[in-house]
Nanobody, 125 residues
Framework: QVQFVESGGGLVQPGGSLRLSCTTS????????MNWYRQIPGKERDVVAS????????QYVDSVKGRFTISRDNAKNTVYLQMNALKPEDTANYYC??????????????????WGQGTQVTVSS
């Protein structure tokens, strides 16, 4: 059974930092790209960062470039999201999933239908 367990969220002041973790199981982690998404209530879930399975190259949406860093530890089946210089507009529930590249798509698409519970990030003074 494919599982994603996100953690590390919390309440932080603007300009602060958080490090999210996502521990996975049920699939061969090292063979999949990994994505981080975020979702605000009433809105769609949007991808924010991705890391490949091969050379660990990364990509980000413009709104988080230079502030967020995605990384992975294949030995621990875990993907991370280091978030610095947080802004109130980063407030959301953050999720991870495995991804597979698709021609013409900027980010890998979700490989499995299951999602974790996410971890809530709230940026507020």
């Amino acid at each position: 059974q494919v599982q994603f367990v996100e953690s590390g969220g919390g309440l932080v002041q603007p300009g602060g930092s958080l490090r999210l973790s996502c521990t996975t199981s049920g699939f061969t982690f090292k063979t999949y790209a990994m994505n981080w998404y975020r979702q605000i209530p009433g809105k769609e879930r949007d991808v924010v960062a991705s890391i490949t399975s091969t050379d660990h190259s990364t990509q980000y949406v413009d709104s988080v470039k230079g502030r967020f860093t995605i990384s992975r530890d294949n030995a621990k089946n875990t993907v991370y999201l280091q978030m610095n210089a947080l802004k109130p507009e980063d407030t959301a529930n953050y999720y991870c999933t495995a991804g597979v590249p698709h021609p013409g798509m900027e980010f890998p698409l979700a490989a499995f239908p299951s999602w974790g519970q996410g971890t809530q990030v709230t940026v507020s003074s």
